[in-house]
């Protein structure tokens, strides 16, 4: 399988995945046929564990082979428990426009057992309370990292239990003294926490800690590919193999070496198919405290532009300490952007919604299900106080615009959502508000929907004003 392993998901055809199938056509797994789910399963869009048959015994060599055939050129690799565990890596590509990256970069928070409980506690709070709804996705931070500074084992366990008791968040337990570790994980074991970090001093003695407790592990030697490289193949040789990589993470005038430094892993586990590198990247710009006195404005500025570069170039997981929104969200946002999938716009479910108390003399309006677009538009009804009906056309996704552009939002596919949704039962006038961007579609509508048209703003922010002035409409 050695060949089939240097394939790279994007050269993986339907037709290698569909013979490894029961090939039995039994629609389990909500697809019409094999070859169908077999499709979608090289463009991403399921799972072979959507393929209940495949899970026999009948077909196990055929799902080692599948496995085998799909697997991330970089390997998944998770932390936590149940339904709050962290994935990482899963990549198949160098670059997003090659395949969907997979499993969005996690972000934890430092922790450190220097800091007084009510500080431990304020800061756990405001991790859990940070969220951010971004067209209609909730953005949150991820995981808690738990930093050994006092190299006490006591003050550290004691660390661990607060935080243990206060959420279920993943955990990173981050020391390079094995006992500091052994300490941390007699409270929090169970929990799976990733492990930071086995070093060139301490590898045996923390890898056997490993093993005991079958944690994921960071395997750092900044500054040192060659080394890292090294310390990988002795520890998968040993029978570890949930590993991350910490190459180092420089700031200020080092950053070029932190980008080549992550660019040239993922190079060689792409690329060149090096499986001592196929493992997932792990950013610190929390560094940035450690480096040279600067004010904390400025720490704040370096860490928030140093966590941006590193979520573009293969970071598969961050580790932070300022919790200011202006520091964490426009990575949450960047990240969001990043991990969604280019080949499908972010889109809402087609439908009437509601707003206000509206009743049968209300306004009807219309957008596209594209979600920047429909949450924009949701945001100035609400600040409008407006009571209307909006209907929300599928267009695939995209902005009313492009949707009219390319066809996707006609007057036939507004005559056919006003009668599919039943909205002539809604209201008992026959007046339709459509956008200005969609002003050439008024006079096919009126003929296809027999409703009169009112062209609205370009603008939905205007959709206050035209109300007050032109609702209701008078008659010509």
């Known amino acids: 399988m050695e060949k089939e392993h240097k394939k790279g998901i994007r050269e993986i055809s339907p037709i290698d995945v569909y013979k490894l199938l029961p090939r039995t056509n039994c629609g389990e797994c909500g697809e019409a046929n094999c070859m169908a789910f077999a499709t979608k399963v090289v463009n991403g869009e399921t799972s072979i564990v959507n393929c209940p048959p495949l899970y026999t015994q009948k077909y196990s060599k055929e799902l080692d082979k599948l496995e085998e055939l799909l697997a991330p050129l970089v390997q ?37 057992d220097d800091m007084a409980p009510d500080v431990i506690s304020a800061r ?77 001093e301490n590898w045996e003695t923390m890898g056997e800690l490993v093993l005991r407790y079958s944690c994921p592990v960071v395997v750092s030697a900044p500054g040192d590919l060659s080394l890292l490289r090294s310390l990988v193949k002795t520890l998968k040789e040993w029978g570890i193999d949930q590993m991350v990589l910490d190459p180092g993470t420089y700031h200020s005038d080092q950053i070029g070496k932190t980008i080549f430094q992550n660019t040239a892993i993922r190079k060689a586990a792409c690329k060149d198919f090096d499986p001592l590198f196929g493992y997932p990247i792990l950013g610190t710009p929390i ?79 219309i957008t596209s299900n594209y979600a920047l677009t429909f949450f924009t538009v949701e945001s100035d009804i609400k600040t409008a106080k407006i009571d209307c009906f909006l209907i929300v056309i599928d267009t695939g996704g995209l902005s009313v615009e492009a949707a009219v552009a390319g066809r996707y939002l006609s007057a036939v596919k ?59 409409p008078t008659e010509e």
């Open 124 to 200: 756990i709070k405001r991790v859990i309370d940070f969220s951010y709804t971004y067209i209609g996705r909730p953005l949150k931070l991820d995981s808690l990292a738990l930093r050994s500074v006092t190299k006490d084992p006591t003050r550290f366990r004691e660390l661990v239990q607060i935080v243990c008791n206060s959420c279920q968040i993943p955990l990173i337990l981050c020391s390079t003294e094995p006992d500091i570790i052994a300490a941390g994980l007699s409270v929090c074991a169970e929990r799976k926490p990733l492990i930071f970090a086995i070093t060139k």
């Open 414 to 472: 507004i005559a056919d959502s006003i009668r599919d949704m039943n909205v002539g039962d809604l209201v008992i006038h026959r007046y339709l508000i459509i956008p200005g961007l969609a002003a050439r579609l008024s006079g096919e509508t009126e003929e296809e929907t027999g409703w009169r048209v009112l062209v609205g703003p370009r603008d939905s922010s205007g959709i206050g004003q035209m109300i007050r002035e032109r609702w209701p």
């Open 287 to 365: 560094s940035v405290w450690n480096g040279q006195e600067l004010s904390e404005e400025l720490n704040r500025w370096q860490e928030a532009y140093l966590a941006s570069m590193l979520i573009t170039r293969y970071a598969d997981l961050l580790i932070m300490h300022s919790l200011e929104g202006w520091v964490l969200l426009p990575q949450l946002i960047w990240r969001f952007g990043i991990y969604t999938d280019p080949r499908k716009p972010v889109s809402v479910d087609p439908g009437v919604r509601t707003f206000g108390n509206p009743d049968k003399n209300s306004p009807v309006l």
């Open 76 to 112: 998944s690799v998770s932390f936590g428990t149940g339904g709050n565990a962290i994935t990482i890596g899963g990549k198949h590509v160098l670059f997003r426009h090659e395949f969907t990256y997979q499993n969005p970069t996690p972000i934890a928070i430092d922790l450190s």
